[in-house]
């Protein structure tokens, strides 16, 4: 008998999605380390998969603090354990007493626990020195989570030309491609220069807009800073373009900044966030731009992925709006409590005087002086080989080379 | 200036979404805490919301070998501490094991690790004495995530007529009707019935399914046993009609099973899974039903809500139409790692002999009678009260009783 559920039935746009992640790339990844595994004999001995930014799986050490508030949480008889430190034991106890029935086995607030939130919104105070609310913050499953919600919620039901436009750069992170697809949304690709470390222009911007004009409805746009998988820093003068493009055009900007960490040479190329940038623009915009900034466990410094921890921070939303996306993160009830007690570790870190605070710094600046080494290793050593060459890692984790295909190989594949 | 999104640009799906737990009774709830917190003279005490199945938050102690399991995953140093048994620690180091990197921190396989959907699969193999392939179990974020996932995957984008019809409980669990709203699918009520302890006959799903002909494409039924918000455990005789009446009507069956672990009284109201009766039913039934199963780490006797564990066991699908909806959960990257590992505590849990096993068993036992113990007094207070009927809780963690509003009250309130 014939299936209720065939690919003729099912929702046409989940079959429309794309993950990059399992390419072919990654299937001949899989299939050499099978055959490694079989005894074959190859110059290498292991395979080493950074196709996605999963730190811990390829040997980086997690960050003490993080996991003692996280096992104390976990397991509060731990509390009395003297190997514990006790500014680790005051985090936790204080993020006990915010759980109601002081369990990380509750459910907390569908945006997730009050004190989290308002210690995300201390450390973006102190990041950008400007104040923040921390009612306009909502807790995640990942930043992951909060994309897929943005997205969802600036689609539209129409057809055709009615769909809601996303502009996504490219090269792109597949999680925006994938989730356009999933929600109907009309992508509108904006080409990030190459020749320009991956900067991108007011003018591709605008060439981008025009070309798809009657197509759809321009709604957002998504700025990936640091980039990914271009690993650049955007300049603070293109950040400005970005925003005046933005406000003229009467786009959402969503800030995918989840390596606002990973910042390799910040004084040469230093970071600002997106609210910081535009707070200086002064009152003829600073008001004027929806942005929704995102934030993550899974990257910087600690690479906690599995924890699925993060937060997007709402500027400028009509309130009414807002309510609607926080009724609908409801129905899933809550963000995961130990992703919700890890990102306030995290956001929270020891401060100076505080008995983890020298471990704490040491492993911080260790996993990010490893990761600058890595990025220059990477870099020197694309750019040495025949045929290749690479932009400058100067953030996030990843480098995107080009290959310059010899003529003959192109002529052979033609 | 205006917004770019307002209540008229955004998803009208999204603004659909009821979510009733907060409802006016939660806010009269909350309104008396406060009052409470100032200080003003009640009769009583606290507020107990018992609004949602959130059993930590209202006391409900913890088991102590699923947080000894995961505070190791956690924390590994923690394995060479004497004080925890020797099972938490080897259960903890096989979970290891199985993490990239040996760290929790580290992104799983997007449907969950491989060693927890095995261990998934024996317990439901053990449970029904029925085969089951690890390979159709995908972990989730909450049995929440899977309800969702399943209902984006069958709505279509069609409008009017064309929407994916889902029957639903009445009275149900507001997941339901919610994410029906957001994915815009077709909501056919469906009414159990108080006069038989909340039972539901095929006569009733024949009316609800023709009363809605030509108004939409029928393609799954959703069944809660043990009932929530109604507290029945669905006679075996029940559910074949249930079975017979989806495949006769070519309905996917979503079977929320999350109560599994919630039934009071087992020689009297005996709780089976739709799959084993199923299975019980032979071959002009057992391979003709798409059925989903889902689970959680959230009710049952360890109630950890707060680690988002879910699964769902997947029968009869199409493959292709599996390998679409597994591609979409690769999107979202994986499940929160320590959910998983909560999970696999509990489908994993001591074994007679091992250490943990006597601890365990009494505090799995003593949550469980207590709340039997909470059933039988919330039945018998409901029922000594004037004008309140109720039927007994036989599983899940709810009761529903009616109210019967004296013939002068309705006058008035006409």
Redo the contacts between chains.
Sequence with gaps: ?D?????D???????K?E?A??GPIVERALQIEKELRNGDKKSFGEVVKCN?G???????K?ITFV??V??LA??PH?LE?KSFPEDTKSRAKDLLAA???S??????HSLGLEVVRRDVSKYIHQRDGIESNWENIFLA??A??AV?MLL??????G?DSERAGVMIPIPQY??YS??NS???NFQINYYLDESDNWSLSADELKRALTSVKGQCIP??IVIINPGNPTGQVLPQKCMEDIIKFAVDN???LIADEVYQQNVYQPDKYPWASFKKVLSNMGPSYSG?L?LASLMSCSKGY???????GGYCELL???P??QA??Y??L??????????QVALDAIVNPPRPGEPSYSLFVKERDDVLSALKDKADITYSALNSMPNMSCNPVQGAMYAFPRIHLPPKAIQEAK
């Design positions: 008998m299936k209720v559920l065939t690919l039935s099912i929702n046409p746009n989940m079959i999605i993950y992640v399992r996605i999963d730190c811990h799986a390829t040997g980086q997690c996991r003692q996280t096992a976990t397991f731990l354990n759980c109601s029935g369990s990380v086995g509750s459910y907390s499953c990942g992951t989570e897929k969802e919620m600036i689609s539209t039901t057809r597949p999680l994938a989730t999933e929600y109907n709604k957002a009467r786009l959402m004027k929806e600690m690479g906690e992925c599995g924890y699925r400028n939303f009509d009414a709006v609607q996306l009724k609908a409801s129905a899933r009830l809550c963000p995961p409590l130990m992703g």
